[in-house]
């Protein structure tokens, strides 16, 4: 069974990290399919002009004729740029190259900030045969720019990949500080949901010290599943599938539905609270 959602009103989650390479697209598609597969209905915006998400997901640019950029520009709706994956119950708004230029086109227009949060609150007004979406999943450019910080206003919680690695912990004070900077100015209700621990390899000394330390300065914010370094998690987006697809019993597979699990079941305990 899954988590009841108030009539009309998807969780948003922006999956962030100024830092390249630590696994949020990969979590945002393999999350996204995960969670699908559990019986939410998924949307997965994607505001990284790099555009892994959605290719990723097999849809190839050629196709993104209304993309994220066209949204936050003004001149679609978010609905009128979602397109349905291969995976049952998981939609993408995809992105292309025009996105890295909007922080200079939208310049100090008023509402610059909100521009994807107003088009998330349009979504799920017209109800569609599939039901409306339970899950919003943003993907973040690796930078804490205009779109980074639309995905921030917009959203409920951050879900933040950490890649263990001698570098995890440089720079999550940074986001950190900017989370808050965005909860006194655009977002007071904006919190983070969890910090996933990304490329664990369990025969590497220096990986379990970055979880012991991460776990030790983060405490209770770290989800108990950490995915592992998996060589089927890396090949999945050439072939334009979720790990999940390409190879469903590899142990990256069963990192992510467990992940997904973790992620439901904190949503209940927020409800309950
Ligand atoms: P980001 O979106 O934060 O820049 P990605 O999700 O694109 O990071 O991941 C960076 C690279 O690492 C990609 O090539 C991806 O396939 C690979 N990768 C991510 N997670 C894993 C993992 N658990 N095991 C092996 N490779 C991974
Ligand atoms: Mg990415």
């Given amino acids: 069974d899954r988590a009841p959602q108030p009539e009309g009103h998807p969780r948003i989650l922006a999956l962030a990290n100024q830092k390249g390479g630590v696994g949020k697209t990969t979590t945002a598609i393999n999350l996204g399919t995960a969670l699908a597969a559990i019986g939410e209905r998924v949307l997965i915006v994607d505001l990284d002009p790099q555009g892994n998400a959605s290719t990723g997901l097999g849809i190839d640019r050629g196709s993104r004729n209304c993309s994220t950029y066209d949204v936050l520009i003004g001149e679609a709706s978010l609905r009128d740029a979602v397109v349905p994956t291969a995976v049952p119950r998981l939609h993408i708004a995809s992105s292309t190259m025009d996105l890295s230029g909007l922080e200079l086109e939208l310049g100090s227009s008023a509402n610059r900030a909100f521009r994807l949060r107003d088009a998330i609150a349009g979504l799920n007004n017209n109800v569609s045969p599939e039901g409306d979406y339970t899950y919003v999943l943003v993907d973040c450019p690796p ?5 980074t910080v639309n995905a921030m206003a917009a959203s409920d919680a951050i ?5 263990c ?4 912990l440089e720079g999550l004070s940074q986001l950190l500080q900017t989370v808050e900077q965005v909860r006194s100015t655009l977002n007071p209700n904006l919190s983070i949901h969890g910090i996933v621990l990304t490329m664990f390899d369990s025969r590497n000394n220096l990986s379990n010290q970055v979880v012991a ?23 999945a987006p050439s072939y334009g599938k979720p790990v999940l697809v390409y190879d469903l019993k590899c142990v990256g597979s069963e990192a992510y539905l467990k992940l997904a699990t973790e992620v439901i079941q904190r949503e209940r305990d927020l409800r309950a609270n």
Wanted: glycine share 2%.
């Fill in 165 to 168: 690695e001698f570098f995890a």
């Fill in 213 to 235: 330390d991460v776990r030790q300065f983060m405490g209770s914010k770290v989800y108990n599943t950490m995915i592992p370094r998996n060589v089927r998690i890396s090949e």
């Fill in 143 to 147: 930078s804490l720019n205009l779109l």
């Fill in 159 to 163: 879900l933040v990949p950490l890649q």
